[in-house]
Structures are given as C-alpha cells and as structure tokens.
C-alpha cells in the first residue's frame, strides 16, 4: 500500500538557520512526489514536486527538496529560514500509473515554528 | 484572480441533518475532487470529477455524494450528516495531464456536527 510519512509533528528552528522537514515514502515504481504548505486558515498551496529528473528540486519561497530513492525520502529544505516559513508542511505522493484519479496520498503534516 | 471558492467558511450541523458544501473554480480545470483534513490524518480525498458528468469515489466516500453538471462547480452533499463528519472540507482542482500535477486549494470550510 502507498503510504507518507512525516516523522517529526513539529519542528523549531531559530530565524537565518538551516531548516529540514522530514518526509519518508512508500509507494510501487517511481513516485511523483510533492511539498504543499498551509498557512493558518488557508487552504494548502503548492511548494514543488519531483516527477523526474534531477533530485534536487527547487520550489517556491526559497525552498528545495532532495529526492532519495535509496532511502525513499524527499525532505524539504531551505538555507536560511524566516519566521514568516512558519506553517504546516505536507508532503505528498502520487503513484505512476494511478490514472485520472490524480489521487494523492497525503502525510499527516508538520508544523514549522520559526523563532525570530 | 478568484482561483477556487468555497463556501460557506463554517458550518454546524446537527446530526441528520443535510447540506451541499459548494466549490466553483474559474481556471477551466478538468479535474476536482474534495478532500477532509482531520487532525492527525493529513488529507484524505472523498470524491474526484475528471470532467462534468463523471465523478468517482476516493479514499473516504461514505455519507457523502458529489455531481458534475459544469466544469466549474464541484458541490459536496452531506445526506444525513453524522458527529464522525466533523471536519474541514477543502476543495481542489487541476487541469488533466501527468506533466502538470499542480492542485489548487481553496480556503475551506470548517464543519461542526452536533
């Protein structure tokens, strides 16, 4: 069965360091993988995805994503963090092959909590 | 700019009672689908549409019934709505294609069931 996982429910960094959130996936083929971002009483947005091609994929807002299919990871990145990143993170993964359903399966999120 | 509406914003119901949580989009997208977000579960799709006149069942369809007479519109019916339907409602769209998987949410409605 296709699953997501984001370990980590929350994540706290201080503004200007380094910020990774975890995402871990279980899926048949190759997988289309994706980052939405939800900011407080927002509907998700669309931060990047990786179909194909080189593993590191840059999105939206300064943020990036390393595709690992050894370790069957995306985890999303970004070099210097701002308090304005804070939000809930999904990760989400769409199967080859599953057609015009378009579904995608999403992980539970993760909060970002930036401190200035 | 509208992009995907949704409304109403809230919502409380009582249980067995009915509603249709409406969603219209303006971007020409062949593909809906609505989605619940309970805490804890990520986000779990219920019904999709690749087009008007055909829609199809998703992860979590029960208690739930959905049409498409337009492209546009995308309502979601609660027949006889129960406590364990307590939940926010999104609804999202996306033209057809495997190269563009970008999906367009709109802002939600939060529904209470009593």
């Known amino acids: 069965a296709q699953s997501v996982a984001q370990p980590e429910d929350q994540v706290n960094v201080a503004e200007g360091n380094p910020l990774t959130v975890k995402c871990t996936y279980s899926?048949?083929?190759?997988?289309?993988l994706f980052w939405y971002v939800q900011y407080p009483n927002r509907g998700l947005q669309f931060l990047l995805k990786?179909?194909?091609?080189?593993?590191l994929v840059k999105g939206s807002y300064g943020f990036e994503a390393e595709f690992n299919k050894s370790q069957t990871s995306f985890h999303l990145k970004k070099p210097s963090a701002l308090v304005s990143d804070s939000a809930l993170y999904f990760c989400?993964?769409?199967?080859?092959?599953?057609?015009?359903?378009?579904?995608?399966?999403f992980g539970q999120g993760t909060t970002l909590q930036v401190k200035p | 700019n509208a992009g995907v509406t949704q409304t109403p914003k809230f919502q409380v119901l009582k249980t067995g009672q009915s509603m249709t949580l409406q969603c219209a989009q303006d971007?020409?997208?062949?593909?809906m689908s609505w989605y619940r977000q309970d805490p804890g579960m990520g986000l779990r799709l219920i019904h999709y549409?690749?087009?008007?006149?055909?829609?199809d069942q998703g992860e979590v369809p029960n208690g739930y019934n959905v049409s498409r007479s337009t492209t546009e519109d995308f309502p979601l019916r609660l027949l006889s709505a129960a406590p364990s339907q307590t939940s926010v409602y999104f609804c999202?769209?996306?033209?057809?294609?495997?190269?563009?998987?970008?999906?367009?949410f709109g802002s939600g409605t939060q529904l209470s069931v009593l």
């Open positions: 999202a769209s996306r033209t057809q294609g495997a190269t563009n998987e970008k999906l367009f």
């Open positions: 899926v048949s083929g190759n997988p289309y």
């Open positions: 990786y179909i194909t091609g080189d593993n």
């Open positions: 989400a993964v769409r199967a080859p092959g599953s057609g015009n359903t378009g579904k995608l399966i």
């Open positions: 971007m020409n997208h062949e593909y």
């Open positions: 549409s690749v087009g008007a006149g055909i829609t």
